[in-house]
């Protein structure tokens, strides 16, 4: 099956600085690549996704980066805020079916 | 749109005895439901993918017969932890994917199982 690891684990930043999260995937006939944001005991929300026709796609603060032959992709959030500090979550995914996530980033937007 | 609704949101229970936990998709149809496991500070795990109307395909690793999963109609898909012990006190969340949305994917709001 998939196997998606995610680099780092914790990151800490200042704010306004930018902050980047890796995630690398196994199975090259994954094509879907969402990015979850999850607050302590809730839900986790999509915030951004990109499908493998396309290299990169942003939205506003948010951008991610996807590099089919070397199976990794990547979240950029820049000018960051106190409220980006959460949980990030990277998923590849088979056309939309189960997803398989990545370990998870611990972001820490110091004041 | 593409409301996932979860319920319960947080259960204790005794050792031995069995919890039932809901996933319903409120506002579309969802032929397929998945289910996960995640335990403090770590990630999602796949536990299961729940089919309308067939048997769940579990992951590996995942015992069937101890986290049952019926999928019995296009909006509900239901996660049973039998003869919970403390070892399966977890965040249990559900998603739904809507097929009216290409590769939407929701998730439930989470069930917190605490088990004593």
């Known amino acids: 099956g998939e196997n998606v690891e995610q680099h780092p684990s914790t990151l800490s930043v200042q704010e306004g600085d930018s902050a980047v999260i890796k995630c690398t995937y196994s199975?090259?006939?994954?094509?879907?690549f969402p990015w979850y944001k999850q607050e302590l005991g809730k839900r986790p929300q999509l915030i951004i996704d990109?499908?493998?026709?396309?290299g990169e796609k942003k939205d506003q603060r948010i951008a991610v980066t996807l590099n089919k032959t070397a199976k990794h992709f990547s979240l950029h959030i820049t000018e960051t805020q106190p409220e980006d500090s959460a949980v990030y979550f990277c998923?590849?995914?088979?056309?939309?079916?189960?997803?398989?996530f990545g370990t998870g980033t611990s972001l820490t937007v110091i004041p | 749109g593409a409301v996932v609704s979860q319920h319960p949101s947080w259960v204790i229970c005794k050792s031995g005895t069995s919890v039932k936990i809901e996933c319903r998709s409120l506002?579309?149809?969802?032929?397929?439901m998945f289910w996960y496991r995640q335990f403090p500070k770590q990630s999602l795990m796949l536990m299961a993918t729940?089919?309308?109307?067939?048997?769940?395909?579990?992951e590996q690793g995942v015992e069937k017969d101890k986290f049952l999963i019926n999928h019995a109609s296009l909006t509900l898909s239901t996660l049973t932890v039998t003869s919970a012990h403390p070892e399966d006190s977890s965040f249990y969340i559900c998603?739904?994917?809507?097929?009216?949305?290409?590769?939407?994917?929701?998730f439930g709001s989470g069930t917190r199982l605490t088990v004593v």
């Open positions: 998603s739904a994917r809507s097929d009216q949305r290409n590769y939407g994917y929701t």
């Open positions: 199975d090259s006939a994954s094509n879907y």
């Open positions: 990109i499908r493998s026709n396309v």
């Open positions: 998923a590849a995914s088979i056309t939309g079916n189960q997803f398989y």
């Open positions: 506002d579309f149809q969802a032929t397929t």
């Open positions: 729940s089919n309308e109307g067939s048997k769940a395909t579990y």
